[in-house]
């Protein structure tokens, strides 16, 4: 069973910066997609970056220009580096894997990011 194991969310205050990591238990290769989502309480759980297929990226437009999204094939984790922090970032964050055919969700068990004033 993969399993993806989240890291680095805690404590920040507004503007300052955090980095997510995001373990994979086999080689983040074998996905096809993969990102990171967030949700926040009594809210859904949203996209916030994703690695598509090809490399290209897909932010959400609230966190464009300040996460980004990024990948160490070596050290099978990807990463999420989330500058500029707002109230609104505040929300357990959660990496998806898919991979497959027919497809296959992975999830982790998520990491809390909280932004304080």
């Known amino acids: 069973q993969v399993q993806l194991v989240e890291s680095g969310g805690g404590l920040v205050q507004a503007g300052g910066s955090l980095r997510l990591s995001c373990a994979a238990s086999?080689?983040?290769?074998?996905?096809?997609?993969m990102g990171w989502y967030r949700q926040a309480p009594g809210k859904q759980r949203e996209l916030v970056a994703t690695?598509?297929?090809?490399?290209?990226?897909n932010y959400a437009d609230s966190v464009k220009d300040r996460f980004i999204i990024s990948r160490d094939y070596a050290k099978d984790t990807i990463y999420l580096q989330m500058n500029s922090l707002t109230l609104d970032d505040t929300g357990r964050y959660y990496c998806?894997?898919?991979?497959?055919?027919?497809?296959?969700?992975?999830w982790g068990q998520g990491t809390q990011v909280t932004v304080s004033s």
């Open positions: 998806h894997g898919r991979r497959g055919w027919p497809s296959r969700d992975y």
């Open positions: 086999e080689s983040i290769a074998s996905f096809n997609i």
């Open positions: 690695k598509l297929p090809g490399g290209d990226t």
